[in-house]
């Protein structure tokens, strides 16, 4: 039967650990390697709600994008959030590993898949040559750049973005009637990546969590720029991990979150 080490030697050889960033934290969160698992839950974020779903659903393992832990907890307790879900999975046996910025770097992982959503062709990684600030310093090779396979009004493309990934709200920059055909895409918070996206020579960068003088270094470069949501970009890891690990493992269940974005509007 298969063991909580085997789904992660093949999570580790689609995102090896050490792509991920220094301040990151990834791998096995809560749990037990020798754990055997037939019922996997995947989801964006651990919360309560996702736990109690992969309770109900009879789980082994979560997989979760988003780190359970950060930062060492000073102490576990029922009256605190999280040592309320940390609690609830030991109590359950419920084991979770988490796979951060090394997915996001990852070749076929996050951006590309994002890309792939998107329905960008010829995806590429940034250049080492656009990977720099206004200052000429270097900023992360995270994101990716491509091509609509046929050039849209900016406007049609935010309706266009909203509706695949099934935004509850989404902000953008630029000219509605402008023609654009050139996409780059950070998943999550990529308003640092701004530069690239312009070096890159991309006529609209898709993101989110675009802070106020990023929107405004955006405008002046004249770049445009949709803002579609940390939980809207990075979402898209339910459906893929849960493909991923089935054509892996014939014999796992794989059930992926049904959460919606907290964002409304």
């Not at 792509?19 to 969160?29: P, R």
């Not at 419920?94 to 995806?123: C, E, K, P, W, Y």
């Not at 990716?144 to 920059?173: E, Q, T």
């Not at 940390?230 to 014999?251: G, Q």
Request: aromatic residues 6%.
């Amino acid at each position: 039967m298969l063991k909580v080490k085997d789904i992660i030697q093949e999570l580790e050889t689609l995102a090896p650990p050490e792509l991920a960033e220094s301040w990151d934290n990834v791998g096995l969160m809560v749990g037990n390697l020798d754990q055997r698992v037939s019922t996997v839950f995947v989801c964006l974020d651990v919360t309560s709600d996702n736990v109690q779903r992969a309770i109900d659903c009879g789980a082994d393992l979560i997989i979760s994008h988003h780190p359970l832990l950060f930062a060492s907890p000073k102490r576990i307790i029922e009256q605190d959030i999280q040592g309320s879900i940390l609690r609830n999975l030991i109590k359950n046996d419920i084991s979770v590993f988490s796979a951060h910025t090394n997915l996001d770097h990852a070749n076929g992982g996050m951006n590309d898949v994002l890309a792939q959503r998107l329905d960008l062709i010829n995806v590429r990684r940034f250049k080492e040559v656009e990977c720099i600030d206004g200052t000429g310093q270097p900023i992360d090779n995270i994101g990716r750049g491509g091509n609509l396979p046929v050039p849209m009004k900016m406007g049609d493309y935010v309706d266009f973005v909203r509706d695949a990934l099934n935004c509850k709200s989404i902000r953008y920059i630029g000219d509605p009637e402008e023609i654009v055909s050139v996409v780059a895409l950070c998943s999550g918070s990529g308003g640092d990546g701004i530069y690239s996206a312009y070096h890159a020579g991309a006529d609209v960068y898709v993101t989110s969590d675009v802070k106020h003088h990023e929107a405004q270094l955006a405008f002046e470069l004249g770049i445009n720029l949709i803002d579609a949501g940390h939980f809207e970009t990075e979402n898209t890891i339910c459906t893929f991990m849960a493909e991923f690990l089935e054509n892996k493992f014939e014999e796992l269940n794989v059930i992926p979150s049904d959460a919606t974005p907290y964002f409304r509007t």
